[in-house]
Structure formats: C-alpha cells, structure tokens
C-alpha cells in the first residue's frame, strides 16, 4: 500500500468541514505551495478509497499562509 504524506491545513472558513445529511461528511484541505511536491502523489489516489490519519505538526509553513491570505 502506497502512503502519501504532506503538510496541510484545514482552512478557516464555514465549508472546510460539511456534515452532510445522508451522514457523509466533506474535509477541505489547504496545501502550501512549497509543499506541492510531497502532495502531488496524492492526485493518483483521487477516486479511491482511503485510510485518513491526521496528526498536528509543529510546521508553520501552512500557518503563515494563512495568517497572509487574511490580511
């Protein structure tokens, strides 16, 4: 089994996370630029079925991306 692991972020606004009422939910992710490469892999998988960890990191890359697209 293929792994892909990048950094992203869960970004802040009211449709990254939707319950929907059939009981299926939809994540939206932010990935940034310097981390498209580690992500791209990740396309290939589209349409499957996936096994989803997430787990917090000490990176700032998305962080500040973030804290940018606000201001």
């Known amino acids: ?5 990048f950094t992203a972020s869960i ?3 009211e449709t990254a ?8 939910a939809r994540l939206i992710l932010d990935v940034a630029e310097d981390c498209l490469g580690e992500f791209l892999p990740a396309c290939a998988m589209r349409g499957k079925i ?3 960890t997430l787990e917090e990191s000490s990176s700032n890359a998305i962080r500040n991306k ?3 697209d606000k201001q």
């Open 66 to 68: 973030n804290k940018t």
């Open 11 to 13: 970004p802040p606004i």
């Open 17 to 24: 996370m939707k319950i929907h009422g059939d009981g299926g």
């Open 1 to 5: 089994m293929k792994a892909v692991t």
């Open 50 to 52: 996936l096994r989803v």
